[in-house]
């Protein structure tokens, strides 16, 4: 019951989801698409190449930041007979990805080397997509608090393609390094082929297959990036249509505006990280099986 009554009291900071600044904006003033606006607060460029400090930067050092700490914090502590509450979630967290991810995909011969992988991209892109809908002072506009400091907002690095499509890659580079290291080059190509396929058809299989392997980009970095914006930028109209339109109208949207955030919050962050690991463990798996 309890429970209940802290989510209620977080979905009513789904207020806090437009910046303060846009409660005396004008209509034509309110944009949701400037919270995914990325400004540089260092600037870093080496010629072509832009290795600037922006938000998406901030929120990815911060998950990893909240990831070691905690980890080093629980193993500082001394692992007990009686777990703490921290270790029990620790625990809680290495029996899940063990079993409910890791040995779904990955066979006895690639568990050993790549469970911390895939335990690694399910924490990372889970306190990622968690932080996401916290609201921080990240916004691109400040006026409403002293200091300089910028207003509320939030956003999700998760719902930058740049940050799924670099997840995706080191997955794609990772099944085709575990089907090479246990085929041969040769080998693993021959495995995209089923064994007993007619000749004629064997080029078909083949195209299609690459095809497919090469999709496997699009599906897995698209679905963890759509996902995200599209609940962020649910949740951001929503409250900003309450603010815009005001009276009774506006008023409607604050449940829907709270719906979104709950709904997101609680099952869409922790399973879109669920489903990037379990596939990534899957196809690595499946690379290092012989052909059957």
Known sequence: MRTWWVRIAL???ALALVPATALGAEEEDFDPSLEFKLDPYVPIELGPIDLSI??????????????????????RGGLKMRPTRA???????????????????????TMKTWFPFVT??????????????????????????????????????????NV??????????????VGIK??????????????GAPGPIRPVIFVIEVIGQLLRLVSLSVRLFANLLAGH????????????????VGVVAIPIAAFFWIFEWTLVAGLQAFVFA?????YIGYAADPPH
Do not use: M
């Not at 924490?123 to 921080?136: C, K, Q, R, T, Y």
């Not at 799924?164 to 390094?177: G, K, S, W």
């Not at 246990?182 to 064994?195: D, E, M, N, S």
């Not at 379990?278 to 899957?282: D, K, P, Q």
């Open 11 to 13: 979905a009513v900071s």
């Open 54 to 75: 922006n938000k998406a930067v901030v929120y990815l050092l911060l998950s990893a930041f909240i990831i070691c700490a905690g980890a080093i914090f629980v193993v």
């Open 87 to 109: 270790q029990n979630l620790v625990e809680i967290i290495y029996e899940f990805s063990e079993e409910q991810i890791a040995k779904q995909g990955l066979s006895a011969r």
């Open 120 to 161: 690694a991209l399910f924490l990372f892109i889970a306190v990622n997509n968690i932080i996401s809908f916290i609201p921080l002072p990240i916004s691109h506009e400040v006026g409403a608090f002293p200091a300089g400091i910028p207003d509320l907002g939030l956003y999700a690095a998760t719902a930058n393609i």
């Open 164 to 177: 799924t499509i670099t997840l995706t890659i080191l997955t794609f580079v990772a099944t085709h390094y």
């Open 182 to 195: 246990y085929h041969g080059v040769g080998g693993y190509l021959k495995t995209w082929v089923p064994q």
């Open 233 to 248: 930028l649910l949740i951001i109209i929503c409250a900003g249509f309450t603010i815009l339109v005001g009276g009774f």
């Open 278 to 282: 379990l596939l990534s463990g899957i």
